[in-house]
């Protein structure tokens, strides 16, 4: 079974920046697209961003141009840059594969003040 570890969350003015990381064990890691999700309060948990095996990335509509993910199949480990941060964007942050396959990790929690 894969753990997934996020890290790197916390409280930033709008218009700031912060890097998650997602930490993951299990050898099957180089092998999947992963995803970077998220949940605000009182939604639901929606995909931001996602990476393919070989680096090929794609964005939500609402982070595209913002954010950039990226992964290390080195060190089992993906990242979320985001940058011009905005109030919309606090909430909950996980990674898992795309689409999701394995359990949810405990998330790290992103808030962005106005």
């Known amino acids: 079974q894969v753990q997934l570890v996020e890290s790197g969350g916390g409280l930033v003015q709008a218009g700031g920046s912060l890097r998650l990381s997602c930490a993951a064990s299990?050898?099957?890691?180089?092998?999947?697209?992963m995803g970077w999700y998220r949940q605000a309060p009182g939604k639901l948990r929606a995909l931001v961003a996602r990476v393919t095996s070989d680096g090929i990335t794609g964005y939500a509509d609402s982070v595209e141009g913002r954010f950039t993910i990226s992964r290390d199949n080195a060190k089992n480990t993906v990242y979320l840059q985001m940058n011009s941060l905005i109030p919309e964007d606090t909430a909950v942050y996980y990674c898992?594969?795309?689409?999701?396959?394995w359990g949810w990790g405990q998330g790290t929690q992103v808030t962005v003040s106005s």
């Open positions: 299990g050898r099957i890691f180089s092998i999947k697209a």
């Open positions: 898992n594969s795309y689409p999701v396959s």
